[in-house]
């Protein structure tokens, strides 16, 4: 048995972020991870603003990770429903929040080593194993390796994903739902230049989203029905690069050199708390949102900055008052984000006319309104939210 401050379960970019803030505040942080996150992911992912200042706190932006990034300049909402009452394209812009940049777009092959080599850099131990259960106490709680190990902690942050064993060992129940969807996740060459304009192109399956990657390459992830998504994935690259040239209009030019595919079943989740019994919750241990408007990663990174900062000074960071106020404020922030997400996407799979209709208003809103389309970037951006 080894005595830790905090035990981190799970080294995906949440728990990572996490090991690493609360390590730069002094903590002694045990991470329980076999292997950091898989360097053969395909995804990349855009962080915004807020995010990057946590990065940056951690002395990871701008650094080396800038020139493999890419600044997303705006954000295209495009409708590609073929529905009689479509949408105009939206244009987002960050100019009109006096900005230059949304945020940048990250290889997760890249993110992940990068958290990790910080971990390690600001001390945290590192026990190569999964946590196979652990055994909450009301002053501490045990981590159970698959080793048989015992670790134990004052709190313990759960960050081992959307099938976390240390949110069940907490007795925390799940609402869990699935979509009739997959994404695919790749990048692409392409002829002509994306001008740091990320597009996400509305088709009745899902959205179909383009996100700009140094050069003239982006990254792609396009939600399908699941038959037509194993379709796509069955593809060789010279075929499906045809399909990215239907689906992209030509607006990139003639696609090529494709990278790895991978296919990601979409599913919903929320944890109905997100700490208990000296468990905490972070990342898609929390929360599972189909990847629309990239808020997956930007929400968990706040969890992680967020739980540093509820455990900043504390003698006990697993006392249940803390444990009460990071549910409270993290749920704000995530359950309505959750629902509007859930909605968008259903209104595109619904074929159900007053919803479609209700989207398109919406989306006519924001096209013509400035303010409306301004405070919509604001809360997609998160910029005042902790
Ligand atoms: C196609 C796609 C595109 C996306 N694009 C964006 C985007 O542009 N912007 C954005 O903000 N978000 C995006 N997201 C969301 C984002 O990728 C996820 O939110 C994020 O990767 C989840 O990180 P995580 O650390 O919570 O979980 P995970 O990445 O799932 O990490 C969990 C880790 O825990 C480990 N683990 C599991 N069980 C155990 C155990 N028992 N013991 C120890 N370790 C364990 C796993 O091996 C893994 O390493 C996207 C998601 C998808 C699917």
Aim: charged share 20%.
């Amino acid at each position: 048995m080894s005595d830790n401050s905090v035990i981190v379960v799970g080294a995906g970019p949440a728990g990572l972020a996490a090991a690493c803030l609360l390590a730069q505040d002094g903590r002694r942080v045990r991470l329980v991870a076999r292997e950091p996150g898989d360097a053969s992911d395909p995804r990349t992912v855009a962080l915004m603003m807020p995010s990057l200042r946590i990065l940056e706190n951690l002395g990871l932006w701008p650094g080396d990770l800038q020139a493999k990034t890419q600044p997303l300049r705006k954000l295209r909402l495009v409708d590609d429903t073929g529905a009689a009452m479509a949408a105009p394209t939206v244009t987002f812009d960050p100019a009109e929040l006096g900005e230059e940049v949304f945020g940048w777009n990250f290889p997760l092959s890249l993110l992940i080593p990068a958290l990790y080599r910080r971990a390690l850099a600001l001390g945290v131990e590192v026990t190569a194993a999964d946590a196979a259960g652990a055994e909450p106490r009301s002053d501490s709680i045990v981590v159970i390796t698959t080793e048989g190990e015992r670790l134990a902690a004052q709190v313990a942050i759960a960050a081992d994903g959307r099938n976390s064993v240390l949110r069940e060992a907490a007795g925390i129940r799940t609402n869990r739902w699935s979509y009739e969807q997959a994404a695919i996740a790749t990048s692409f060459a392409h002829s002509g230049p994306h001008d740091g304009v990320s597009t996400e192109y509305h088709k009745q399956a899902g959205p179909f989203t383009t996100v700009p990657m140094p050069g003239n390459r982006s990254s792609l992830v396009w939600m399908e029905r699941p038959e037509r998504a194993a379709g796509l994935m069955a593809l060789p690259d010279r075929a499906f690069a045809a399909e990215v040239q239907i689906g992209t209009h030509g607006e990139l030019g003639r696609i090529s050199d494709l990278g790895p595919r991978r296919l990601f079943p979409m599913q919903g989740l929320l944890a109905r708390d997100f700490a208990r019994n000296r468990v905490i919750l972070v990342g898609e241990a929390a929360r599972v949102v189909p990847p629309i408007g990239a808020q997956g990663l930007n929400m968990s990174l706040r969890d992680a900055a967020g739980a540093a900062a509820l455990m900043a000074g504390e003698d006990d960071p697993g006392n249940p008052a803390l444990l009460a106020s990071y549910d409270g404020r993290r749920r704000r922030d995530v359950q309505p984000r959750q629902q509007v997400i859930d909605l968008m996407n259903r209104s595109l799979l619904s074929g159900f006319l007053p919803l479609e209709a209700g989207r398109a208003a919406g989306i006519s809103l924001l096209a013509g309104f400035a303010p409306l389309r301004r405070a919509a970037m604001q809360y997609g951006l998160a910029s005042s939210r902790g």
